[in-house]
């Protein structure tokens, strides 16, 4: 009698059925010994997971309509697990469910991992490098196609994508950083993108950054990033931004390091942990003593070449057909009127250097309207010349507009040895960019306190400008 037993034989048919079916997301999982027999040859050293089910997850089957339904409530969970990852470090470390059949029909990495020549015996797997929130993200795509990235973990979640091969969601992630990526989070994703090596991805962050670099560096992230990132950003021709203000942000990211290093904010040790982003601050761009914090002479090496929040073409006009010696000063500015005929930014002077090698100057330069009586651009700053006839760059530390047609005098105040001057100038010169754009300046003598320079000779051989 096969069923002559029926009551006992229903009863551990109706326990089997409990017990395969009772565990939900969370529940623990314990290791136990499974008979040889049962397992077959190849399971004889490995030990699997017992499952153990909690009441009322009996037919949870017939309650998801889809195949991705029933996949996707197997997500992180115990219920027929077979693995299980135990992602992070330390209290950050998570155990995170898994079932190889799922994982291996998704990655080819994972395939391996169980199924390959050198597959893994254990039930557990560490994965201490991994963020416990990346990682998830990746399982999530491969049970449910289902893409969970936000723009703090999209560059992790990428990482993940890429590690175990799995390029539908590395696409996903790349579109994701194009869709929302914003000035307020290009810095966070910047550094994310260089510490994972996506250059793809660097490339738009700093693109983000050249077109908005104020919002950019007035977000939380800008601090955080690393020594290498801002030497990237510091090296762009390409950012929206004035100097001055340029570097009072690095002066933030200065003070910020001094303090994740547990170091006083002294000037010293702001210039030790900015090391070598120092020369890529454009000193002569800038008036220095605004920020005593970090005050490094700026030296001949320098650029002085303003970033590109001009957006246009850099040109010059030199009014001086020969040069000669000498130029004495005695602190009266040297002085010459113009006009243009086009709107342009001027953004510097270039003016004459010591006849007797290489010293330094001290330089005041200033443009004046003079109609209105008014001061529209100046700064104290100073330059390096190495005793030949050149022209050595001063620059404004904000471009400086200039209108058609009205009347400005340009003015430098040196305080130096006696300099090499300008001879036979031009009252009229006329000058053609590399795309053809003409524009021509009319030069005027400045009267009254002048130190001797006029159109004929004398200093400010140079004016640098944008159209």
């Known amino acids: 009698m096969a069923t002559g037993g029926g009551g006992g034989g229903c009863s551990a048919s109706s326990r089997d059925v409990q017990e395969s079916n009772s565990v939900h997301s969370g529940a623990p999982v314990a290791l136990s010994n499974v008979p040889t027999a049962a397992l077959g040859p190849s399971s004889a050293s490995q030990p ?4 153990h089910r909690e009441p009322g997850a009996y037919n949870w089957q017939a309650t998801k309509g889809s195949l991705m339904e029933r996949f996707a409530y197997l997500f992180n969970n115990e219920l027929l697990s077979d693995i299980r990852f135990v992602v992070g470090k330390g209290r950050q470390a998570q155990r995170i469910p898994a079932h190889k059949f799922v994982l291996a029909a998704g990655s080819a990495v994972f395939d391996a991992m169980f199924n390959g020549g050198m597959a893994t015996a254990s039930a557990e797997i560490e994965l201490p490098d991994a963020e416990p929130a990346a990682f998830l993200s990746l399982l999530r795509f491969l049970y449910s196609d289902d893409v969970h990235i936000s723009p703090a973990t999209v560059m992790s979640t990428l990482n993940m994508a890429k590690k175990y091969a799995v390029p539908a969601l590395a696409s996903h992630c790349v579109e994701f950083v194009s869709k929302h990526l914003k000035a307020d989070n290009a810095f966070m994703l910047l550094t994310q993108a260089r510490l994972f090596d996506y250059p793809q991805i ?9 077109k908005s670099t104020t919002e950019a560096i007035n977000a939380e992230g800008f601090t955080d990033i690393d020594l290498d990132t801002l030497c990237a950003v510091l090296e762009r021709d390409t950012l929206s931004i004035r100097e001055n203000r340029l570097f009072g942000a690095v002066v933030r990211w200065a003070e910020a390091e001094c303090s994740r290093q547990q170091l006083p904010a002294t000037s010293e040790n702001m210039q030790k942990v900015l090391g070598k982003a120092l020369p890529l601050i454009r000193y002569p761009l800038l008036s220095v003593e605004k920020f005593p914090s970090v005050n490094p002479k700026p030296r001949a090496s320098n650029v002085d070449r303003p970033r590109c929040c001009l957006r246009g073409e850099e040109c010059s006009v030199n009014r001086f057909q020969h040069v000669e010696s000498r130029w004495g000063y ?8 113009f006009n243009v005929s086009r709107r342009i930014s ?4 270039g003016l004459y250097g010591s006849i007797h090698g290489h010293t330094d100057y001290q330089v005041n330069i200033q443009i004046m309207e003079n109609d209105k009586h008014i001061t529209v651009g100046q700064n104290d700053t100073g330059f390096s010349c190495d005793g030949t006839s050149n022209t050595f760059r ?8 200039i209108l058609p047609n009205v009347s400005y005098t340009a003015c ?4 130096g040895p006696d300099s090499h001057y300008g001879t036979k100038g031009l009252k009229k010169v006329t000058q053609e960019s590399a795309t053809g754009t003409k524009t021509t300046f009319v030069f005027f003598k400045s009267p009254g306190n002048n130190n001797g320079t006029s159109v004929e000779d004398g200093q400010i051989p140079e004016i640098i400008y944008y159209i």
């Not at 490339?203 to 950054?209: A, D, N």
């Not at 001027?346 to 002077?349: L, Y």
């Not at 001063?394 to 507009?401: D, H, K, N, S």
């Open 202 to 210: 660097a490339s738009l962050c700093l693109e983000t950054i050249d």
């Open 48 to 51: 699997v997971l017992a499952v």
């Open 394 to 401: 001063v620059m404004f530390t904000e471009p400086v507009e």
């Open 330 to 337: 005695s602190g009266t500015s040297d002085r010459i009127r």
């Open 412 to 415: 430098a105040t040196l305080k």
């Open 346 to 349: 001027i953004v510097g002077f």
